[in-house]
């Protein structure tokens, strides 16, 4: 019997892994299918404070992890396949094996969507990031490229235009899905060209390590082009993890878990942190915070509820 079990171990959950582990609550990180989360497919964060000099995304998971085996914490590999939160203690699948747990934080994040190229994975980090916040000030004075055409890809290409010289906003169709003001903000943006209906059929160049430039196809002649850039911003959606808890926790539209009072679901003892119930800010930082709440809140309800 577990007192907590922690579902993800990327920023929210291992800094819900840490405090959980220093109030001596043992905590069981299941890792997830995307070990380390989000930063881990990063390279270098400038913006998590306290590395003036910056750190890589895999050195900070490392260090964080570390940091709550050191307390404690207990990590499991294997990603979650049911849980029953009918009543307590709550039953978490993983394939074969069965935890049980008093309390349970969610912190199994959100994918970002991918085109689905090859080269595309090969070159996250080396140029091609889902993070403008994140990555943006690596593109100073350079031609880059957005991907999307809803409101993520406006707003991360109007952001963009601070530090790039110039940014081609690229999107299959000649409609966009985001809203108006978005998208005029975008066109009245002198830095942003929009370049429509175009798919981007590949990123190059692998061999070399770098983006370079990107083939296009016009969606509608089927003609293609190259465009040369130094970065490509895939900015076409998130999905959460959430499917699992389909009909268990209450989620917005979009599949992301509804928090509140803190990091409190609408089942009594399941708690959620980071991404999972966050799609607005995103932020490593953020996560971290969130992840701190969710376990203090969850050591808050166990002492409330030592005698159930
Ligand atoms: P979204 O609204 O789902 O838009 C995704 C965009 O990516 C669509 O234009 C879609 O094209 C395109 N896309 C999807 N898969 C693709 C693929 N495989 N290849 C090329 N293009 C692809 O996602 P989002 O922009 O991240 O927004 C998510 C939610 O957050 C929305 O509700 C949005 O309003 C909200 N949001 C709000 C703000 C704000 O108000 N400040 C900022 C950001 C996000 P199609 O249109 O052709 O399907």
Do not use: W
Request: proline share 4%.
């Amino acid at each position: 019997m577990n007192n907590v079990i922690i579902i993800g171990s990327g920023c929210a959950g291992l800094t819900a892994a840490i405090y959980a582990g220093r109030a001596n609550l043992k905590p069981l990180v299941i890792d997830g299918f995307e070990p380390g989360g989000q930063l881990s497919l990063t390279t270098m964060v400038e913006n998590f404070p306290g590395f003036p000099d910056g750190i890589l995304g895999p050195d900070l998971i490392e260090n964080m992890r570390k940091q709550a085996q050191k307390f404690g914490a207990e990590f499991k590999s294997g990603a979650i396949t049911e849980v029953d939160l009918s009543k307590r203690p709550f039953k978490i699948h993983a394939g074969n094996d069965v935890y049980e747990t008093q309390t349970l934080i969610v912190g199994s994040g959100a994918t970002a969507r991918l085109i689905g190229l090859e080269s595309e994975k090969k070159l996250i980090g080396y140029g091609v990031s889902t993070c403008a916040t994140c990555d943006g000030y690596f593109f100073r004075g350079k031609e880059i490229a957005v991907v999307g055409g809803g409101d993520s890809a406006m707003e991360e290409a109007n952001f963009l235009s601070r530090f790039a010289s110039k940014v081609n906003l690229i999107h299959r169709r000649p409609e966009f899905r985001a809203s108006k003001i978005m998208v005029d903000r975008a066109r009245a943006n002198p830095k942003v060209e929009f370049v429509t209906p175009y798919a981007v059929e590949e990123i190059s160049d692998v061999s070399r390590g770098g983006v370079e430039y990107l083939t296009l196809r016009n969606t509608q002649t089927n003609e293609t082009k190259k465009l040369p850039v130094e970065g490509v911003f895939i900015a076409i959606g998130h999905e959460p993890n959430t499917k699992v808890f389909r009909g268990k926790l209450d989620m917005d539209e979009n599949g992301y878990l509804i928090t509140h009072h803190g990091s409190q679901t609408n089942v009594p003892g399941v708690f959620a942190a980071g991404d999972v119930q966050d799609h607005h800010y995103r932020q490593a930082i953020t996560a971290a915070g969130s992840g701190c709440m969710a376990a203090l809140d969850a050591e808050k309800f166990l002492d409330a509820h030592k005698d159930a």
